[in-house]
């Protein structure tokens, strides 16, 4: 064990312990699933209550995994889509900055996902004591992002359905008078 290793240690648990509160939150905080489900439906993603069960059991599943060091670039890939999503369907609109609801939040959790998938757990992990394949390197992070965007892209062109945009009065009153000008 060296420093490496700890500083691995701190980042899984971090990353991970945040994505299983994150899951927590979205389960047993607020508006509980049902309140989960009807936020993703208003994002378009449909039927919001089995995305709102699916993300909950992502995240505290693979988010455990990270922090404990266990399958490592498979439980990274699995964060890296929850990220994607995130990003496309509700922050992208808004932003890099999070403090405007932008993308750097999930960003930041992406590439750090990227990263334990390159680097792999550290000693001080799951896969180190059970011995597991060192699937780190290029091959961690391709199996990472395959799995992460490769899953994101799958959601998004099955489920995602986003209302149409409410036409704003000036666009709809400069259309007719293009359509008079015609």
């Known amino acids: 064990m060296d420093d490496i290793d700890v500083a691995l240690l701190i980042f899984r648990v971090v990353v991970g312990g945040t994505l299983v509160l994150h899951g927590l939150n979205h389960w047993r905080g607020g508006g509980r699933i049902a309140g989960t489900a009807s936020w ?26 990270v922090a404990i060091g266990l399958f490592t670039p498979v439980a990274c890939g699995a964060l890296i889509g929850v990220m994607v999503v995130a990003a496309v369907i509700e922050h992208r609109p808004h ?3 999070v403090f405007r609801n932008g993308y750097e939040y999930v960003l930041m959790i992406a590439v750090i996902c990227v990263g334990l998938s390159v680097s792999g757990p550290g000693e001080i992990s799951a896969d180190a004591e059970l011995g597991l394949p060192e699937w780190y390197g290029v091959a961690g992070s391709l199996i990472a992002v395959v799995i992460g965007v490769g899953g994101a892209v799958g959601l998004l062109a099955f489920a995602w359905r986003p209302d149409p945009p409410e036409p704003t009065p000036s666009s709809s009153s400069a259309g007719s008078a293009a359509g008079r000008a015609e």
């Open 95 to 97: 932003g890099f900055f």
């Open 40 to 65: 993703f439906e208003s994002l378009g993603l449909r039927p919001g209550r089995l995305h709102a069960w699916t993300s909950v059991l992502v995240e505290i599943g693979a988010g455990i995994a």
